[in-house]
């Protein structure tokens, strides 16, 4: 899961407020799938706002290579994207 600008990789997916936050993919998601490995993805969306794209480039490296990792490891599971704009 990937959140988007000014986003956050537990606060997009979560509403409510202790002790009765709800985060959809920790704690629904995974009620309805049980077997579901779910990963979140974070990165510092302020910087999308200036100049300096090097960075969006190492994160979107970092997330493939990541990804890459955890498929090498689990090759006959489909993955699934989620991703908040």
Same mark, same amino acid.
């Given at each position: 899961?990937?959140?988007?600008?000014?986003?956050?990789?537990?606060?997009?997916?979560?509403?409510?407020?202790?002790?009765?936050?709800?985060?959809?993919? $920790? /704690?629904?998601? *995974?009620?309805? +799938?049980?077997?579901?490995? +779910?990963?979140?993805?974070? *990165?510092?969306? @302020? &910087?999308?706002?200036?100049? /300096?794209?090097?960075?969006?480039? /190492? *994160?979107? @490296? @970092?997330?493939?290579?990541?990804? $890459?990792? @955890?498929? /090498?490891?689990?090759?006959? &599971?489909? +993955?699934?994207?989620?991703?908040?704009?």
């Amino acid at each position: 899961m990937v959140h988007g600008l000014n986003g956050g990789r537990l606060s997009t997916w979560t509403h409510g407020e202790l002790p009765e936050e709800v985060c959809w993919p $920790r /704690d629904l998601l *995974y009620e309805k +799938i049980p077997s579901a490995r +779910i990963m979140t993805f974070g *990165y510092n969306s @302020k &910087v999308l706002f200036n100049s /300096d794209t090097s960075k969006i480039r /190492d *994160y979107s @490296k @970092k997330l493939l290579t990541q990804l $890459r990792d @955890k498929r /090498d490891m689990t090759k006959e &599971v489909n +993955i699934l994207w989620v991703a908040a704009g």
